[in-house]
């Protein structure tokens, strides 16, 4: 059974850093690209980015609102993509979720979730 | 303002048949397969559609279509359990990144 877990989120201050990490299981984690989305309370889900599999070059891919500030890596030894959030601001405020598609491109829509993890950017 | 348009909301009648629209262009919707979520009560979502696959688990109740720009996911035989947040998305190669309909609310009357 596939399975995302994320965890890493809490409360932390505008300027701060915070690293986020999603573990995987039930799956061969080195062959697919992992996404990350964000979600408002409230509002629709926004897509964060991916970091593709080493077979397309473990490369990355942002949104605007966060390129330059947000890094995606991935162990793939450990299962587990890292999303490591400086500079944070308020509007990062949101609950993050980890996901899966189908191959390791990125290109395909989602396939699986996790249960998400909430980011609180406050002073 | 999101990539893809979606309805803002739906409703339908327990087992009557509702289709659910999104909208796109060439570089997405137009080149690549759509995916549809589903969201109950703001929890974790779920993929209801993968393209015209129906993941392992999803009632055929559920299917979809794509016609040019635009992808379609329909639901016959509405069940109260339906009522949630829909979602699209599908990847976009000229934005390369996996982009998103603002969601639709269907509400089961």
Known sequence: ?123 | QSALTQEASVSGTVGQKVTLSCSGNRNNIGSYAVGWYQQISHGAPKTVMLGDSLPSGIPDRFSASKSGTTASLTISGLQPEDEADYYCSTWDYSLSAQVFGGGTKLTVL
């Open chain 1, 1 to 123: 059974e596939v399975q995302l877990v994320e965890s890493g989120g809490g409360l932390e201050q505008p300027g701060r850093s915070l690293r986020l990490s999603c573990t995987a299981s039930g799956f061969s984690f080195g062959e697919y690209a992992m996404n990350w989305l964000r979600q408002v309370p409230g509002k629709g889900l926004e897509w964060v980015g991916l970091i593709r599999s080493n077979s397309y070059g473990g490369t990355t891919e942002y949104a605007a609102a966060v390129k330059g500030r947000f890094i995606m890596s991935r162990d793939d030894s450990k299962s587990i993509a890292y999303l490591q959030m400086n500079s944070l601001k308020t509007e990062d405020t949101a609950v993050y979720f980890c996901t899966r598609g189908r191959e390791g491109h990125g290109s395909s829509p989602i396939n699986y979730w996790g249960q998400g993890t909430l980011v609180t950017v406050s002073s």
